[in-house]
């Protein structure tokens, strides 16, 4: 009965309602696109990073972290690889072996990061062969050359199909050192990698470390939206523990993890601006709602209409109202994010090339977390519902007579 | 006749103290000396050895073999002969320059005074070590204090404190020398601090190539439990003569 007049009594004046309805239309709308915006951003940073550097979750021997030496390695395990695969999240692994050196051609020398990977592996994930500048990407895992950034070929003064010589410490004391041909220049992002990396094929590092059939770690890449803390959980209940260890990002890079903390707890203070203009808004509506309908609801208690019956009916009222915002609010939130989850936006110009000096693709994703239409939905709805209990306090004083002369 | 009595006294007098200065200073050089006595009988005038070179880590251990040569304090070079991915490997010692042949990248490498005191091939010897850069007996002041029992062995106990000009790390070294075969035994090293960082037991003295020596050298660094490196020696031919030119970096690449 009060439902029905509720919704019988918003149609009554269809222009205030739908007025009303889409200021909280797009509040919702705002809300939803500016979170998907960020945490867009910053799954899209995050995925940049690891994906060149440690992986979402990394799988190492049990104190290599602590101690990252070449013999902390473990045997390559075909059955680890078929555990970690078995999960649904996991999209890819990347075994790899990580090691120190030192790196020479002709009368230079600089100290390097050696990355011996499976170089099919590692395509899939972060599209290396692309980054190639000049020359060609490594192709099998047994191909004897290596690819090297262009900031540390510059440093070494040296071309493609040069020899570089490569001196290090191999597994168990034993020396490290071998000549390769460089087939290839790459363009990586981070400039620290840039000016440090030298890729190599997985087997060849080994061989060249004396570390036959051992890698310092399995980098494991997931969908972007999976629960890291939940699935580094599942995964090491799956694995022996006295053996492995599997480490998250924000274990492994804390100075991102506090980064993007400390970014986002700008993008809460815009919000709550945006949530405090909305209020306003809704408010200024409901307030004049109430303003045009006193002389409506002076009579209606003045005929017996119990007072509180009708604060209940203006808050249904009002919920409604809100309930239609949203929910539009979602579809459209909805819609205009797949549109761009499918045709991402590019950078141009300057901007592209500040995003490409840092690593991070020159393109704005957006994030379709399930978790923030909910979210802004239940926060826009929360506040009209509370704004919606202004209206009722008002009729609760109304004073009939006062207001039927109004 | 006045005159043949006063050079008669001078000289009695001269001969006083002359000897009475030579007993005060083999007093001096007595520690000096043992120590250059084990130096002498470790080393020959030249030498060529066989030694074998044991790692030993908590969960590991690791064995190469070698090669050496030495001449005096100036000359040495070491080859590696096995494992075969590291055969052919060479440290070369001449006067105050160390270099190391390394094949497998065709390279002379010149190690830089800096890298000296780093760890040489994995080992808890340093570079320093190895080469013998620093003598024993001339970078440093010795002081005799005292007798002990090594190894059921009678030794003098003797304190080695680096000159100031010599380019060593420790603050000071101890060393025991067996009072009889004059072979040291045990030496405790001292960093800056006065901490003992690392104990080096020499044992097994046996004759090889004609010379008693100490067959077997351990290496203890003390703050790393569980390692330690073993050197062996299998066979040494002392005093063979050997041409300077041989202590060459060109020679490096060629020796078998």
């Known amino acids: 009965m009060l439902l029905k007049l509720a919704w019988l009594n918003i149609w009554r004046n269809k222009r205030r309602t739908i007025i009303t309805a889409t200021s909280v239309f797009f509040a919702v709308l705002l809300a939803i696109i500016f979170r998907s915006l960020t945490e867009g951003v910053y799954d ?25 030496s070449i013999d902390n390695t473990f045997k390559e395990d075909e059955q680890l690889y078929q555990e970690l695969l078995k999960n649904p999240n996991v999209t890819h692994i990347m075994p790899r072996l990580q090691t120190f050196a030192l790196a020479s051609y002709g009368e230079k020398t600089r100290g390097v990061l050696v990355l011996g990977i499976d170089p099919v592996k590692e395509k899939a994930v972060n599209n290396l062969h692309e980054k190639i500048t000049d020359g060609q990407y490594i192709e099998t895992v047994n191909d004897n050359a290596v690819v090297l950034g262009e900031g540390l070929a510059s440093q070494l003064k040296l071309k493609v199909n040069d020899t570089l010589v490569l001196l290090g410490q191999g597994y168990h004391a034993s ?11 790459m363009k990586l992002g981070a400039i620290e990698l840039n000016n440090s990396v030298v890729y190599m094929p997985l087997q060849q590092s080994q061989y060249m470390h004396g570390a036959e059939g051992r890698l310092t770690s399995v980098s494991v890449m997931l969908d972007k939206t999976t629960d890291l ?6 995964i090491q209940e799956s694995i022996d523990p006295e053996k492995y260890e599997v480490m998250t990002w924000k274990e492994m890079m804390p100075e991102m993890d506090q980064f993007i903390e400390a970014d986002s707890t700008g993008h809460y203070i815009i919000i709550g601006v945006l949530y405090f203009v909305i209020s306003f808004g809704l408010f200024g509506t409901l307030l004049m709602m109430i303003f045009e309908r006193k002389h409506e609801l002076g009579i209606l208690i003045a005929i017996g209409m119990k007072k509180h019956l009708l604060a209940i009916i203006l808050l249904l009222e009002s919920a409604m109202i809100s309930l239609i915002g949203c929910f539009t609010g979602v579809i459209a939130g909805f819609l205009v994010i797949k549109w761009f989850s499918a045709y991402p936006i590019h950078f141009t110009g300057e901007l592209k090339e500040v995003y490409e000096n840092y690593g991070i693709e020159s393109i704005i994703y957006f994030s379709s977390h399930e978790k923030i239409f909910i979210v802004q939905t239940l926060i826009v709805l929360l506040l009209s519902i509370l704004l919606a209990f202004y209206p009722g306090y008002k009729v609760m004083k109304l004073k009939p007579v006062e207001a039927i002369n109004s | 006749m006045k005159k043949i009595q006063i050079i008669k006294f001078s000289a009695y007098i001269l001969v ?14 007595s520690a000096k000396d043992i120590v250059k006595e084990a130096d002498e009988n470790m080393r020959g005038k030249t030498s060529l050895a066989d030694i074998t070179i044991i790692i030993i880590r908590p969960s590991w251990s690791r064995e190469m073999n070698m090669k050496a040569w030495s001449k005096g304090d100036d000359y040495s070079m070491i080859m590696v002969t096995s494992p075969a991915k590291e055969k052919g490997t060479v440290f070369l010692k001449r006067v105050k320059e160390v270099w190391n042949w390394i094949p497998s990248i065709e390279r002379n490498i010149k190690l830089p005074p800096s890298m000296m005191s780093q760890s040489w091939m994995g080992t808890d010897f340093t570079n320093d070590d ?20 090594v190894l059921n062995k009678d030794c003098y106990k003797i304190e080695m404190i680096p000159k100031p000009s010599a380019a060593i790390v420790w603050e000071k070294v101890i060393v025991w020398i ?7 035994l045990k030496a405790e090293f001292y960093d800056e601090d006065g901490e003992l960082v690392n104990i080096m037991n ?3 003295v046996k004759e090889i190539g004609g010379r008693k020596i100490t067959s077997k050298i351990e290496m203890f660094p003390v703050d790393k439990e569980g390692n330690s490196t073993v050197i062996i020696y299998n066979d040494i031919i002392f005093d063979q003569p050997i041409n300077d030119n041989f202590f060459s970096t060109r ?6």
């Open chain 1, 229 to 234: 803390e939940k699935l580094k959980q599942s």
């Open chain 2, 130 to 149: 190895l080469v013998k850069e620093a003598s024993s007996v001339s970078d440093y002041d010795h002081k005799l204090l005292g007798k002990e029992t």
């Open chain 2, 202 to 204: 020499s044992s097994e």
């Open chain 2, 178 to 184: 067996d009072s009889k075969d004059f072979l040291q």
């Open chain 1, 44 to 68: 899209n940073m995050i995925h940049n990073v690891v994906s060149y550097s440690s992986g979402y979750l990394q799988v190492h021997q049990k104190g290599y972290w602590d101690e990252q």
């Open chain 2, 251 to 256: 020679n490096m690449k060629q020796i078998k």
């Open chain 1, 175 to 185: 020396s490290a050192a071998a000549k390769f041909r460089v087939k290839g220049l």
């Open chain 2, 16 to 29: 006083c103290i002359m000897a009475l200065m030579s007993m005060q200073l083999q007093q001096d050089l």
